[in-house]
């Protein structure tokens, strides 16, 4: 077994000391500036949206913001990607599958939202059943016209299915690459069970033409600022919570578990419940993410769930920089920037970039932009 | 004593001088005069006609009481010569001859009545079955099921003495009996039950089922009926049994040539190769281009492809290795990212070189049509190629590992690299041949599969997780490992397709797998000792 060692965040090496916010942030410069991003551009993007002129340059359309949001909520999923690769080691090429079950949860609510408003105008069954002749509402489908209801299975649904397993997974202790390709194929398997029809989530167009959420309409312009806001308190809670569980002792085991298992099982630590603790966290996490996502997208399909979505993941989380925390959320958002742009000017060309950022990623750098920053700093440091 | 050649060469003059002597009275001259009497508006005089036409074994004769019987003979108004119209807008032809007539012209349609038309069935069927060509007596044997009458099995037993093709008896017998079973004496009705019992062909089977529910069957029949039903039936359910285990092979062999050159890279080195579908793409490419360049020789050019294939795929493979993975050793994780890295920029080379389109590529010649064992089972060609390819494919890596220096200087590497190398193994150079070594083979495999799926950009990512499951079900790095995991799971799959469906058969073996890679991590066969516990 090669012991992979990553460059220790400085935040993570020390015990915490101090209670509340500002002893889970600790020595995070890194976290403070990302946190300070994040509220500036919570505060900014709406004011600019509300303030100004659509003809002013400093207008931010609606559209513009809506796009950040789904960003946001990718830097969401990359966050949780990185809490179990960056800090148990635990590469996951699944985590798609938590994310979109998240969004199918989120889905359901606004599918029963739509009420008699659907083509066929029938009051409780969505368009789908209806066009394939179901005479009744499946039991699953009970209860998701109650918001709450639907908000608690956004974090029930993944967090079940990660808990199932990997529950299965660490107490057989399928390690590194093995569990990689498992948790690909359950988002494999998860995606042809998702596009039959017979399933009951709409088959292969998913659940879209929503309505509205809470009473508010989805297309108005105050509901997308309120459900971008939503994803900027969701990124930074998140951030938070996560830097809390890293800092505590169980974080530590954790961090232990990444660097040498055996040895952190021999100890006598049960290595699997902790394993099955974070990757639960996270794939609630990644819930969360695809809950704020499908609302602002308008679309959930088995699509969210096929492997490449999940491992892309995974190269955010490389770029910005494994076992940062804030560093895999940048990436989400740069990559996904670097996306809209490459698409817009040259379409072929996005996916040569991707691959190519795969593989400079791994070889040039393997502890992404974040490391890079790092390296410069401390070169910077010893010089002076 | 007579010899048995001379037995053979008397029925040959035997059968040669029947035909001239029924050939004979029909000249073409007479037998054009006889299908001129058929411009009448007698039935009676119509009917004599078509018996005589059909007494004269006049090759024409089949076509054109058939033509008659269904309305397609008419008189040309110019000339009042016979001819054949099948429909409509279609060409006018001769009825003597068969040729095409040019001249446009009004035609009158020669009418039949509904006593002619019965009559004239048999009497057609009759003719075919003396045809040459066995698939046409097969057709015309067939035709008849359900319509004789008893009187007719006289005929059907002449026929069957002088048959000598096995499929067209047992089509016979089952036309004879199936006509005294619906209306034969008892006994002759439970000796017709005797025969379809033993046939497998779904009439008999369907008479049989109808024969035992009927009431005013005698009782004897009935229960023989429901006998014969059963074990004809238990038959026939081995049968499909047996055709399932064939799909299921032909699925695991094409699984097998997917995974087999994933489990020398992923299985002997270790490397998690993303890319290893793109390399399936790539031998699939390989044969369209081969088959762009000679478009005329079809059915040569997958043999030129096998070698092109391994060789693209092969050089690519190394290119890969040299150029990431080394870089990359002992950081699994990382290769996997990277190699993903690559698949998608091959994917999209092939999109922007080749257009994102499926590209057809023509299946030869020998590769199409079908192995008929009997009616219930028959084994498609192409299946059948790729199941002894993938065979091939997989004795001939055997081979390489076993009995080759250079297979054995990849099991010396990839047993303990250090030692190997001590005593004067060059460790990059069989890093770079058995990693070229495993992607030549999936361009191989890439090759059998543009036989059976579209040949696209996506072509590999449909396999890339299923061999993976394949080489880890199997345990890695055990070549036998891989073929039992291949060949069982692609049982499996087709044994649940019937009850689930495709897809759903599909996600239940997944999680099958998920489940027993938790139980078993080390796959079916795990490695044991030493380089077990060091990987």
């Known amino acids: 077994m090669t012991t992979e060692t990553v460059n220790s965040v400085a935040a993570s090496e020390r015990p915490v000391m101090r209670g509340g916010l500002s002893g889970i942030l600790y020595g995070d410069t890194g976290g403070k500036i990302f946190l300070g991003v994040l509220l500036a551009v919570g505060i900014l993007v709406p004011a600019l949206n509300l303030l100004t002129e659509p003809g002013s340059a400093l207008h931010v359309p609606t559209y513009t913001v809506t796009l950040l949001g789904k960003y946001l909520c990718f830097a969401l999923l990359a966050m949780s990607v990185d809490l179990v690769w960056g800090f148990c080691g635990i590469l996951s090429l699944g985590h798609g599958a938590f994310f979109a079950l998240g969004g199918y949860a989120m889905g359901m609510y606004l599918m029963r939202q739509i009420g008699t408003r659907g083509v066929y105008g029938d009051p409780v069954l969505p368009d789908f059943m209806v066009f394939l002749n179901w005479e009744s509402l499946p039991w699953y489908w009970y209860g998701f016209d109650i918001f709450w209801f639907a908000m608690l299975m956004v974090l029930l649904a993944p967090g079940m299915l990660g808990f199932v397993f990997g529950w299965l997974a660490f107490r057989s202790r399928v390690t590194g690459v093995y569990l990689s390709i498992i948790s690909q194929a359950m988002t494999y398997a998860l995606?042809?069970?998702f596009f039959r029809n017979e399933m009951g989530f709409g088959g292969n167009n998913g659940l879209t033409d929503f309505k509205d959420i809470l009473g508010y309409d989805l297309q108005a312009d105050g509901t997308r600022l309120a459900l971008f806001m939503a994803s900027v308190i969701a990124l930074g809670v998140a951030y938070v919570l996560c830097r809390f569980i890293v800092g505590s002792k169980l974080g530590r085991v954790v961090t232990a578990v990444r660097d040498a298992e055996?040895?952190?099982?021999?100890?006598?630590?049960?290595?699997?419940?902790?394993?099955?603790?974070?990757?639960?966290?996270?794939?609630?996490?990644?819930?969360?993410?695809?809950?704020?996502?499908?609302?602002?997208?308008?679309?959930?399909?088995?699509?969210?769930?096929?492997?490449?979505?999940?491992?892309?993941?995974?190269?955010?989380?490389?770029?910005?920089?494994?076992?940062?925390?804030?560093?895999?959320?940048?990436?989400?958002?740069?990559?996904?920037?670097?996306?809209?742009?490459?698409?817009?000017?040259?379409?072929?060309?996005?996916?040569?970039?991707?691959?190519?950022?795969?593989?400079?990623?791994?070889?040039?750098?393997?502890?992404?932009i974040v490391g890079l920053i790092r390296r410069r700093k401390d070169k910077k440091e010893a010089g002076s | 004593?007579?010899?048995?050649?001379?037995?053979?060469?008397?029925?040959?003059?035997?059968?040669?001088?029947?035909?001239?002597?029924?050939?004979?009275?029909?000249?073409?001259?007479?037998?054009?005069?006889?299908?001129?009497?058929?411009?009448?508006?007698?039935?009676?005089?119509?009917?004599?006609?078509?018996?005589?036409?059909?007494?004269?074994?006049?090759?024409?004769?089949?076509?054109?009481?058939?033509?008659?019987?269904?309305?397609?003979?008419?008189?040309?108004?110019?000339?009042?010569?016979?001819?054949?119209?099948?429909?409509?807008?279609?060409?006018?032809?001769?009825?003597?001859?068969?040729?095409?007539?040019?001249?446009?012209?009004?035609?009158?349609?020669?009418?039949?009545?509904?006593?002619?038309?019965?009559?004239?069935?048999?009497?057609?069927?009759?003719?075919?079955?003396?045809?040459?060509?066995?698939?046409?007596?097969?057709?015309?044997?067939?035709?008849?099921?359900?319509?004789?009458?008893?009187?007719?099995?006289?005929?059907?037993?002449?026929?069957?003495?002088?048959?000598?093709?096995?499929?067209v008896r047992d089509a016979l017998r089952v036309a004879a009996s199936l006509a005294l079973l619906d209306s034969g004496e008892e006994a002759q009705q439970l000796e017709a039950v005797e025969v379809l019992g033993e046939s497998l062909q779904n009439e008999a089977r369907n008479a049989l089922r109808q024969a035992a529910g009927e009431e005013d069957n005698p009782a004897a029949v009935q229960e023989a009926a429901a006998t014969a039903l059963e074990t004809v039936e238990s038959r026939v359910a081995f049968y499909d049994r047996l055709e399932q285990v064939f799909f299921g092979l032909s699925l695991g062999s094409v699984l097998l040539l997917a995974a087999i050159g994933l489990a020398i890279t992923f299985g002997v080195m270790g490397v998690i190769n993303m890319a290893h579908g793109e390399f399936l793409m790539l031998g699939a490419y390989t044969t369209f281009v081969v088959q762009q360049l000679m478009p005329n020789h079809i059915g040569l050019s997958l043999f030129v492809a096998l070698p092109a294939a391994f060789l693209v795929a092969g050089a690519f493979g190394v290119a890969l290795e040299r150029g990431v993975i080394r870089f990359l050793y002992g950081r699994p994780l990382e290769t996997l990212l990277a190699t993903f890295g690559v698949s998608l920029f091959l994917q999209q080379l092939v999109r922007t070189v080749f257009s994102p389109?499926?590209?057809?590529?023509?299946?030869?010649?020998?590769?199409?049509?079908?192995?008929?064992?009997?009616?219930?089972?028959?084994?498609?060609?192409?299946?059948?190629?790729?199941?002894?390819?993938?065979?091939?494919?997989?004795?001939?890596?055997l081979l390489i590992m076993n009995r080759t220096t250079l297979g054995l200087k990849v099991r010396a590497v990839a047993q303990n690299r250090s030692m190997a190398r001590a005593v004067g193994v060059r460790g990059e150079w069989v890093d770079a041949m058995t990693f070229g070594l495993g992607a030549g083979i999936a361009g191989l495999g890439g090759v059998a599969l543009s036989q059976i799926t579209n040949v696209g950009p996506n072509l590999g990512q449909a396999y890339i997780v299923d061999s993976f499951l394949v080489v880890v079900f199997g345990g890695v790095g055990n070549l036998f490992g891989t073929l039992t995991a291949a060949l069982s799971l692609g049982v499996l799959n087709k044994f649940l397709e019937p009850t689930t469906g495709a897809v759903l058969a599909k996600v239940l073996v997944l999680v099958f797998i998920i489940l027993f890679i938790q139980k078993r991590p080390q796959g079916l066969f795990p490695q044991r000792g030493r380089a077990a516990s060091e990987g």
């Open chain 2, 1 to 167: 004593m007579i010899s048995p050649k001379a037995v053979k060469v008397f029925h040959v003059v035997a059968a040669l001088l029947l035909c001239a002597l029924v050939a004979a009275p029909a000249g073409a001259e007479d037998f054009s005069d006889l299908l001129q009497e058929l411009d009448t508006r007698n039935f009676r005089t119509k009917m004599d006609v078509a018996e005589q036409i059909a007494d004269s074994g006049h090759p024409r004769a089949a076509a054109v009481l058939s033509a008659l019987k269904d309305g397609n003979l008419y008189v040309h108004q110019s000339d009042g010569r016979i001819v054949i119209q099948q429909d409509r807008q279609g060409p006018v032809v001769d009825a003597t001859s068969g040729k095409p007539i040019a001249e446009a012209g009004s035609l009158e349609k020669i009418r039949v009545n509904i006593l002619m038309r019965r009559q004239m069935g048999p009497a057609i069927a009759r003719l075919r079955l003396a045809s040459p060509d066995p698939e046409e007596r097969l057709a015309a044997a067939k035709a008849m099921y359900g319509e004789l009458a008893p009187d007719d099995v006289a005929m059907i037993r002449a026929r069957l003495e002088k048959e000598d093709n096995d499929r």
């Open chain 1, 262 to 368: 055996p040895r952190v099982r021999s100890i006598g630590y049960r290595v699997d419940r902790y394993k099955v603790w974070v990757w639960t966290v996270s794939a609630m996490l990644a819930g969360v993410a695809g809950a704020l996502y499908v609302p602002q997208v308008g679309i959930i399909n088995p699509s969210e769930f096929s492997p490449l979505n999940s491992i892309e993941v995974v190269v955010w989380v490389a770029v910005g920089g494994r076992g940062t925390l804030f560093g895999a959320a940048g990436g989400g958002v740069l990559v996904n920037y670097a996306q809209t742009v490459f698409t817009g000017v040259w379409p072929e060309g996005w996916t040569f970039a991707l691959g190519a950022l795969f593989v400079v990623v791994t070889v040039f750098l393997p502890r992404g």
């Open chain 1, 191 to 193: 995606m042809l069970a």
């Open chain 2, 357 to 397: 389109l499926n590209r057809s590529v023509t299946t030869p010649e020998w590769m199409s049509g079908s192995i008929v064992i009997n009616p219930v089972l028959s084994l498609t060609m192409n299946r059948l190629v790729i199941i002894a390819f993938a065979l091939l494919v997989f004795i001939g890596l």
